[in-house]
């Protein structure tokens, strides 16, 4: 997160608390790519994502009174959107472990193509626990540290330790029999 | 970081929002009161209530006549404590005048019993020019 947008988040809230209605949609489209992004990252699906990503703004736009700052703002649509997706994930039936077959897509020739890496890195990350998807998420597209993680999730560091290296053993061990069976 | 997380980074980079997802949101918000606002509005709609100023009214009122029932027993009290002290005083004078009355009497029945010689001597005790 740039100081840039920080103080661009600062200044929306001001605005807002002045009661300027244009404030709202400025906040929302400052961070739209963000949660929309975790959602979407954690579901797989991009029409869930998206009914999940406006549903975390409509209760932005209920609770925006309470937030004290732009810092504030992010973390809470990181916490907020992390356990909302978590929450979707848990209300649909369980679904079979993803094999490596609904993995895979190798209809390229090289596996190291970025999109169709990309895809299946993806797809691997879906097909993690919820627990352990939101660590790789946060890890990795947010980029944030162990500390950051364990305060949204509100987990313990060493949780977030153990359950990334988990996550990224699991998602090693898959990627290289992918990339094996993409190559044969 | 190494390779592997590398190429997990570049996989899990943030993606666009589909398009009209802000307009979506917005026309969701429409309609629903705006935060922080909302707790004055409700406050004010809620003073506004005719049924509310009567009773205000009403309650303002109660309020100046207890004040002023308050007021008048106090000051009815302070009059009869006045009062009765007024009464204990005049009756404490009474006793004392009547004391006094029975005391000037035996004064006097002593003065006529006592025979003149003894009175004398005992005016010659006395400095002189004291008794005229």
């Given at each position: 997160?740039?100081?840039?947008?920080?103080?661009?988040?600062?200044?929306?809230?001001?605005?807002?608390?002045?009661?300027?209605?244009?404030?709202?949609?400025?906040?929302?489209?400052?961070?739209?790519?963000m949660?929309?992004?975790?959602?979407?990252?954690?579901?797989?699906?991009?029409?869930?994502?998206?009914?999940?990503?406006?549903?975390?703004?409509?209760?932005?736009?209920?609770?925006?009174?309470?937030?004290?700052?732009g810092?504030?703002?992010?973390?809470?649509?990181?916490?907020?959107?992390?356990?909302?997706?978590?929450?979707?994930?848990?209300?649909?039936?369980?679904?079979?472990?993803?094999?490596?077959?609904?993995?895979?897509?190798?209809?390229?020739?090289?596996?190291?193509?970025?999109?169709?890496?990309?895809?299946?890195?993806?797809?691997?990350?879906?097909?993690?626990?919820?627990?352990?998807?939101?660590?790789?998420?946060?890890?990795?597209?947010?980029?944030?540290?162990?500390?950051?993680?364990?305060?949204?999730?509100?987990?313990?560091?060493?949780?977030?330790?153990s359950?990334?290296?988990?996550?990224?053993?699991i998602?090693?061990?898959?990627?290289?029999?992918?990339?094996?069976?993409?190559q044969? | 970081m190494?390779?592997f997380?590398?190429?997990?980074?570049?996989?899990?980079?943030?993606?666009?929002?589909?398009?009209?997802?802000?307009?979506?949101?917005l026309?969701?918000?429409?309609?629903?009161p705006?935060?922080?606002?909302?707790?004055?509005?409700?406050?004010?709609?809620?003073?506004?209530?005719?049924?509310?100023?009567?009773?205000?009214?009403?309650?303002?009122?109660?309020?100046?006549?207890?004040?002023?029932?308050?007021?008048?027993?106090?000051?009815?009290?302070?009059?009869?404590?006045?009062?009765?002290?007024?009464?204990?005083?005049?009756?404490a004078?009474?006793?004392?005048?009547?004391?006094?009355?029975?005391?000037?009497?035996?004064?006097?029945?002593?003065?006529?019993?006592?025979?003149?010689?003894?009175?004398?001597?005992?005016?010659h005790e006395?400095?002189?020019?004291?008794?005229?």
């Amino acid at each position: 997160m740039t100081t840039a947008t920080l103080q661009q988040g600062e200044e929306g809230l001001a605005r807002f608390i002045r009661g300027d209605a244009t404030a709202f949609a400025d906040i929302v489209q400052e961070h739209q790519s963000m949660v929309f992004s975790i959602a979407y990252h954690f579901l797989h699906d991009r029409g869930r994502a998206e009914e999940v990503a406006q549903d975390v703004f409509l209760r932005l736009y209920r609770h925006l009174a309470s937030i004290k700052s732009g810092n504030h703002l992010v973390f809470w649509l990181r916490k907020v959107t992390c356990r909302r997706s978590i929450d979707e994930v848990r209300k649909l039936p369980k679904a079979p472990p993803a094999s490596l077959e609904d993995v895979a897509e190798p209809a390229a020739e090289s596996p190291d193509l970025d999109p169709l890496l990309s895809r299946g890195l993806r797809r691997m990350v879906a097909s993690l626990s919820e627990d352990a998807r939101a660590v790789v998420v946060l890890r990795y597209q947010e980029e944030l540290d162990l500390a950051d993680i364990a305060e949204i999730l509100d987990i313990p560091v060493n949780t977030v330790k153990s359950r990334l290296q988990r996550s990224l053993e699991i998602l090693r061990e898959k990627f290289h029999r992918w990339a094996g069976d993409v190559q044969r | 970081m190494n390779p592997f997380e590398e190429k997990l980074r570049n996989a899990l980079r943030r993606e666009a929002a589909p398009e009209g997802f802000a307009e979506k949101v917005l026309a969701r918000t429409r309609g629903l009161p705006q935060p922080g606002e909302k707790a004055w509005r409700q406050f004010g709609a809620f003073l506004a209530l005719p049924v509310l100023r009567g009773a205000l009214a009403a309650a303002a009122v109660c309020l100046v006549i207890a004040a002023g029932v308050v007021h008048h027993e106090r000051q009815e009290r302070w009059r009869r404590e006045g009062e009765m002290a007024r009464v204990q005083v005049r009756q404490a004078l009474r006793i004392a005048s009547v004391k006094l009355n029975v005391a000037r009497k035996k004064v006097r029945e002593i003065n006529r019993e006592t025979p003149p010689s003894r009175l004398k001597c005992a005016v010659h005790e006395r400095p002189q020019g004291v008794i005229t």
